[in-house]
């Protein structure tokens, strides 16, 4: 297991490779069965050199972390021999060239535009927010708040997605399929851990999430990966009920380390009549010019 104080890009390359290659069904990769007794799942380390057509202690030096500069053609042999997902094989090149990836990316920003607030704000029949790369809360409006929790109330550093799902019994219990999201959570921030090695606030929060919850622990060291997508989520809402929506989310032009995360119901469902109710409900009697459903902080 890592250590939760370390920057978790250590070893990456190589416990990437160890963990993929456990996973990876042999005869999904095309090879026989040739009678011996696997002590261990997935593929052997000379069947991955076989497939990837390089020297097994080539493939033991990258596992072992003793080198990490590889060519770009036995980058796309190992990602083809491991079958890697788009997300995987992105992964898999970000953490070959680590320090580059580094130094290419800045500490992610908490600072809002006042006009995506102004946006935010406007957006009375879509609940959204906008979140930094490690999933923190940077903003929200008044949609968000009923639908996920009173952001407001929280402290700042506990107003972080991933930190909601796993340490927050009420946030957990949103989801209707909760294995399956807290599991696409990690995915995500292991894909960004990649990317950002030396961000020591990610870090502290993957030290927190594993000194914490055993779940969080056994998927962070399976070492999935994914990047940011359009999904459908389903919660259960104390208010509402059952409410299934899409979740998209856009690219900040001014800070590319952002995004905004907007909530939809399909037309004409059950789901887009329980979320005009949520909405209804939440609002308040009279709307004040001074009103802010986003971050309080922000006028300071």
């Known amino acids: 297991m890592e250590n939760p104080g370390t920057p978790p890009g250590g070893n990456e390359l190589g416990d990437f490779l160890r963990a993929r290659r456990a996973a990876l069904d042999p005869h999904r ?3 026989p069965d040739d009678g011996r007794l696997r002590r261990v799942p997935g593929l052997r380390r000379e069947e991955l050199a076989q497939l990837a057509h390089v020297s097994i202690d080539y ?20 990602a083809d021999a491991l079958h890697l997902a788009p997300d995987e094989r992105a992964y898999l090149f970000t953490v070959a060239d680590v320090t580059q990836a580094a130094s290419a990316r800045r500490p992610a920003g908490r600072h809002v535009d ?8 406007g957006m009375h029949d879509i609940p959204a927010m906008v979140l930094n790369r490690r999933m923190d809360v940077l903003a929200w409006n008044r949609g968000a708040a009923a639908l996920l929790a009173d952001f407001a109330a929280l402290p700042a ?3 972080n997605l991933i930190r909601l799902t796993f340490l927050d019994d009420a946030y957990r219990s949103l989801y209707a399929d909760w294995p399956r999201a807290a599991r696409e959570c990690v995915a995500v921030l292991r894909m960004e851990a990649g990317r950002t090695p030396d961000d020591r606030a990610l870090a502290a929060l993957v030290g927190e999430l594993t000194a914490r919850d055993a779940d969080f622990r056994t998927w ?12 459908t989520k389903t919660y259960r809402h104390p208010v509402v009920g059952t409410v299934t929506l899409d979740v998209q989310q856009f ?3 001014a800070q590319p380390d952002q995004h905004l995360v907007a909530y939809t119901a399909p037309p004409d469902s059950p789901s887009e009549e329980a979320l005009r109710f949520l909405l209804q409900w939440s609002a308040p009697p009279t709307t004040r010019p001074d009103d802010h459903t986003t971050d309080p902080d922000h006028s300071r």
């Open 29 to 31: 990769a095309g090879l």
């Open 251 to 253: 690219s900040v032009d």
């Open 114 to 121: 006042p006009k995506l607030r102004r946006l935010l704000d």
């Open 220 to 231: 962070w060291e399976s070492h999935q990966v994914r990047g940011p997508r359009q999904l």
């Open 59 to 78: 493939v033991v030096r990258l596992e072992q972390g003793r080198t990490r500069r590889v060519s770009r053609p036995v980058l796309d042999a190992l």
């Open 157 to 159: 550093g506990e107003r």
